[in-house]
């Protein structure tokens, strides 16, 4: 159980150090889910809000990972060092956010042409079922599924690379930027910009088939571009509104 806070330091760098505490006891393992961002808050007595950017902390640290729809788990064991309070300013400056996104798109730049050099047929074939899951979540119109899907379609792509530093930092970055940025996200630009994104994913794996590196980095930018948009003009705004 994770105690209420009422100290006036920093309550989000409570929270993390909390839940590092309960991972350090050995109440939450390796793969293990963390209970729901309500329920923390409950217990803590403290915003979601405030769980959420301690929750982004730990992610950008590496010790917890996001999965679309299902929830957050311990990805790492915890390392003693780690550093909350930069994690913790990171997540919260909005400027950051931004670049954060632009790394992610920089890493899978390098990852897809190290998958073009790398990728066997098996490889190949489970890059394909994912954009196939992404297909048939778009004809159910399934925000969900499709945002599921999507991940799997970088992350396998990633895993063809077979650079673990990369992957492991794109893992970090993805879990950071879908639950502090997509979470932002109006549900209707998702649902009606899927079929848009299904046919950007559809030229990455073709470049990557091709073997064009100048035409998957391409693919990669425009897949990016007009979220990136989206988040400067919505997001941001959004956020500042808050913070003022």
Same mark, same amino acid.
């Given at each position: 159980?994770?105690?209420?806070?009422?100290?006036?330091?920093?309550?989000?760098?409570?929270?993390?150090?909390?839940?590092?505490?309960?991972i350090r006891r050995g109440e939450y393992k390796k793969g293990d889910r963390l209970p729901a961002e309500r329920a923390i808050?409950?217990?803590?007595?403290?915003?979601?809000?405030?769980?959420?950017?301690?929750?982004?902390?730990?992610?950008?640290?590496?010790?917890?990972?996001?999965?679309?729809?299902?929830?957050?788990?311990?990805?790492?064991?915890?390392?003693?060092?780690?550093?909350?309070?930069?994690?913790?300013?990171?997540?919260?400056?909005?400027?950051?956010?931004?670049? !954060?996104?632009?790394?992610? %798109? &920089?890493? =899978?730049?390098? *990852?897809?042409?190290?998958?073009?050099? +790398?990728?066997?047929? #098996?490889?190949?074939?489970e890059i394909t079922d994912h954009l196939v899951e992404m297909r048939k979540a778009v004809s159910a119109c399934d925000q969900?599924?499709?945002?599921?899907?999507?991940?799997?379609?970088?992350?396998?792509?990633?895993?063809?690379?077979?650079?673990?530093?990369?992957?492991?930092?794109?893992?970090?970055?993805?879990?950071?930027?879908?639950?502090?940025?997509?979470?932002?996200?109006?549900?209707?630009?998702?649902?009606?910009?899927?079929?848009?994104?299904?046919?950007e994913h559809e030229h990455i794996l073709e470049s990557i088939r091709n073997a064009d590196k100048p035409g998957s980095a391409?693919? !990669?930018?425009?897949?990016? %571009? &007009?979220? =990136?948009?989206? *988040?400067?003009?919505?997001?941001?705004? +959004?956020?500042?509104? #808050?913070?003022?």
């Amino acid at each position: 159980m994770f105690k209420e806070i009422s100290r006036l330091k920093r309550k989000s760098a409570y929270v993390a150090e909390q839940i590092l505490a309960a991972i350090r006891r050995g109440e939450y393992k390796k793969g293990d889910r963390l209970p729901a961002e309500r329920a923390i808050a409950e217990q803590m007595k403290v915003s979601r809000n405030c769980v959420r950017e301690a929750l982004s902390a730990l992610q950008l640290s590496g010790i917890l990972e996001s999965k679309v729809g299902a929830g957050t788990y311990v990805r790492n064991p915890v390392d003693s060092k780690v550093d909350i309070e930069r994690a913790l300013n990171l997540a919260k400056d909005t400027k950051d956010l931004v670049e !954060i996104w632009e790394a992610r %798109r &920089e890493i =899978e730049i390098v *990852l897809i042409r190290l998958a073009i050099e +790398r990728a066997t047929p #098996t490889d190949l074939n489970e890059i394909t079922d994912h954009l196939v899951e992404m297909r048939k979540a778009v004809s159910a119109c399934d925000q969900q599924e499709y945002l599921a899907a999507n991940e799997k379609f970088h992350l396998s792509i990633a895993d063809s690379a077979d650079n673990l530093p990369l992957r492991n930092a794109l893992q970090a970055l993805y879990s950071f930027t879908n639950k502090e940025l997509l979470d932002h996200v109006n549900t209707g630009y998702v649902i009606e910009g899927m079929e848009k994104s299904l046919r950007e994913h559809e030229h990455i794996l073709e470049s990557i088939r091709n073997a064009d590196k100048p035409g998957s980095a391409e693919a !990669i930018n425009a897949h990016f %571009r &007009e979220l =990136e948009s989206y *988040l400067e003009t919505k997001y941001l705004g +959004r956020l500042e509104e #808050t913070i003022a």
